[in-house]
């Protein structure tokens, strides 16, 4: 769930905490995807800044951007990369656009995924005091029941299985092998990521990332996807008491790697941090590459 979500108390995190309203960005390479308008989205999708970040919310409409590798270093492998912000906003810079960056400069083929939204009140104000009465609850990691979760994120789920057909159906153009398309996910885009991964034929993720999501447990089947996890002990949100998660895929005889940062707080994603939370990409792309995802695929056309 990360909605600029990182403790103004750590040192580390930019300057800039309050949120500032912007204009909506031009994403000219933008995809709409097809998924129906989000029943009950009144509110015209806006933008914000927060953290030296963009936000967005209200998104009734669901699109996939692509970030494509230099055509000489591509590898065929591709990733969905689905920003956090507790289902009400989407980190779409530090947890979209930044970790799309990084992965086409090692080659692989990059699709930021703005997935629907809950529906926020207009004013920027209304948002941030909403924001504030949700965090005075329980903790996400205290409220997620994994027996109704993946149901609630029907609409979500709807925009990644059309994001993998999107992406499978123009494989060839983008010269993807369309049997290493893998997901990364961001707290609340980490729980989508999972929920992808478990539920429905339609994605089937050849490899995930669950970045700063929760931990709960779920049933694991025995052809479930090779799981990558990095969170911080800090975590003032997800405050793992335990790896309920790892130990389910482990169970399940699939291949699973976990990195518990002693700190690095929630929401650190792409920002540059005084914390060895800040090796998570390096760590995952090394990963990926421990698992042939970063050699070049003979099923490619380039």
Do not use: C
């Amino acid at each position: 769930m990360t909605m600029a979500s990182t403790p103004s108390s750590d040192p580390a995190v930019p300057e800039k905490h309050g949120m500032t309203p912007i204009a909506v960005p031009a994403q000219p390479d933008a995809i709409e995807l097809g998924t129906e308008p989000l029943p009950g989205a009144s509110v015209l999708e806006s933008w914000h800044s927060e953290y030296g970040s963009v936000f967005a919310r209200n998104v009734g409409i669901a699109t996939l951007t692509p970030f494509l590798p230099d055509p000489a270093t591509a590898t065929g492998t591709a990733v969905i990369v689905a920003p956090g912000g507790g289902f009400m906003s989407l980190s779409m810079e530090n947890e979209g656009w930044d970790v799309a960056r990084a992965l086409a400069a090692r080659g692989v083929a990059a699709f930021v995924l703005k997935y629907r939204l809950k529906p926020t009140p207009a004013h920027l104000d209304d948002f941030a005091a909403a924001i504030r009465e949700m965090l005075a609850g329980p903790i996400p990691s205290h409220r997620h029941d994994p027996a109704t979760a993946l149901g609630a994120l029907d609409p979500q789920i709807a925009d990644a299985h059309a994001a993998f057909a999107l992406v499978r159906s123009r494989a060839a153009e983008w010269s993807i092998d369309p049997e290493r398309v893998g997901m990364v996910g961001f707290s609340a885009g980490a729980m989508l990521t999972v929920a992808t991964a478990l539920v429905g034929e339609e994605a089937k993720p050849a490899f995930i990332g669950d970045i700063y999501g929760p931990l709960t447990a779920f049933e694991v089947p025995d052809d479930a996807p090779p799981l990558f996890i990095a969170l911080a002990a800090d975590d003032g949100l997800m405050d793992p008491s335990g790896f309920p998660l790892v130990e389910n895929w482990r169970a399940a005889g699939r291949p699973v790697e976990l990195h518990f940062y002693e700190r690095g707080g929630h929401g650190f994603g792409m920002y540059p941090k005084e914390t060895t939370s800040t090796g998570w990409f390096e760590s995952f792309a090394s990963w990926m590459r421990m698992h042939g995802l970063l050699e070049r695929s003979g099923a490619t056309s380039a």
